[in-house]
């Protein structure tokens, strides 16, 4: 009967033991999950290659809106393609443009900043060759979840919340 005892508590020990390490490993797995991610984040910010994916607006003064089409902001070292819809107020506009920030520059300034504010990257892209935004400042965190706030010369500022992704090559 001790004997049948004993093998019980063994057996409970050894199950209590297997659930720990179960646990340990499944919390490793998911630190591991997050670092690569994290890195993958990195090397698209450091690359200069990526494509920012617009899923909500904030115009100033006004409420939050919820982007349905597939808005944009591509980012190559050759270029900074912006597909991005507009709402505020314009104090000017240009004749035979549209009404959002669809612009292509390819000559611009981009500077990047690790910040340990907001556990990611600062960067800061100024087109010099287009009208519609003097500055883009789009802050990358480590998740893949990014903001950008444009600031243009002849409309109020607008912000887009959204996340970063892989800019996929040319066909």
Do not use: C, H
Not at 27 to 41: F, N, R, V
Not at 145 to 163: E, R
Request: hydrophobic content about 35%; charged content about 25%; aromatic content about 10%.
């Amino acid at each position: 009967m001790k004997s049948v005892k004993r093998i019980a508590i063994y057996l409970t020990l050894l199950m209590g033991i297997m659930s720990k390490a179960n646990f340990i490993l499944a919390q490793d797995s998911k630190k591991e999950k997050k670092a690569k991610k994290e890195a993958q984040i990195k090397n698209l910010v450091d690359s200069q290659n990526f494509v920012f994916k617009a899923q909500t607006a904030l115009a100033m003064g006004r409420r939050i809106i919820n982007l349905s089409t597939d808005y944009d902001l591509k980012v190559t070292r050759e270029e900074v393609v912006s597909y991005l819809p507009y709402y505020g107020r314009a104090y000017s506009t240009t004749p035979g443009s549209s009404n959002g920030l669809d612009f292509t520059s390819k000559e611009f300034e981009y500077t990047i900043k690790e910040t340990k504010k907001n556990d990611g990257w600062d960067i800061v892209i100024k087109p010099k060759d287009t009208q519609l935004a003097r500055e883009l400042l789009l802050t990358v965190f480590k998740s893949g979840t990014a903001n950008l706030q444009v600031s243009s010369n002849d409309k109020q500022n607008i912000s887009f919340s959204g996340y970063v992704t892989a800019n996929k090559p040319k066909k």
